[in-house]
């Protein structure tokens, strides 16, 4: 069976010493915001379009660009990390995976106001660090990447 590949932007939006996650309807997971990358945006308008629609959040990108660039060419933020994740797993192949780029951004409120059509603000929970390494909820990337960019966003 062949694999589907889509290009996927999550966020880790840190405010105030916590990083927001919610509990995602079809995967029973907590994750941050995040979705596919639409055929006419580059990885972190995607990202930042979700943070938008899902927390109704304008939060600002925390990343570094490098130094090169010329009149061709344009120096893009860099995401934290680079990932493939397993979406669609059956007992003898994966039908389906996100090649997900992963940025950590700031967002000066926690006043969640999901967009129509996305999960209530109910769903949303506003971790710190100490919540993160207390809870087995989450699964052991998002809770480490959640840390990470809590210590990155403070710096």
Do not use: C
Not at 45 to 66: F, H, K, P, S
Not at 94 to 120: C, F, K, M, N
Not at 139 to 149: C, F, H, K
Request: charged share 30%; hydrophobic share 35%.
């Amino acid at each position: 069976m062949e694999t589907t590949r889509h290009d996927t932007a999550t966020v880790y939006v840190v405010s105030d010493g916590a990083v927001a996650l919610h509990e995602h309807d079809g995967l029973g997971k907590w994750l941050p915001p995040g979705g596919h990358v639409d055929r006419d945006e580059l990885p972190h308008e995607a990202g930042l379009r979700e943070v938008r629609e899902e927390t109704g959040l304008d939060a600002d990108l925390v990343a570094e660009r490098d130094d090169i660039g010329s009149a061709t060419v344009e120096a893009l933020p860099k995401p934290r990390h680079f990932q493939l994740a397993d979406v669609n797993v059956h007992e003898d192949f994966v039908g389906h995976q996100h090649v997900d780029l992963v940025y950590y951004a700031r967002a000066d409120t926690r006043d969640i106001d999901p967009g129509e059509g996305e999960q209530s603000a109910d769903a949303w929970r506003w971790f710190t660090a100490a919540d993160l390494e207390a809870t087995d909820a989450l699964d052991p990337d998002v809770a480490e990447i959640g840390r990470r960019a809590i210590e990155t966003v403070a710096e």
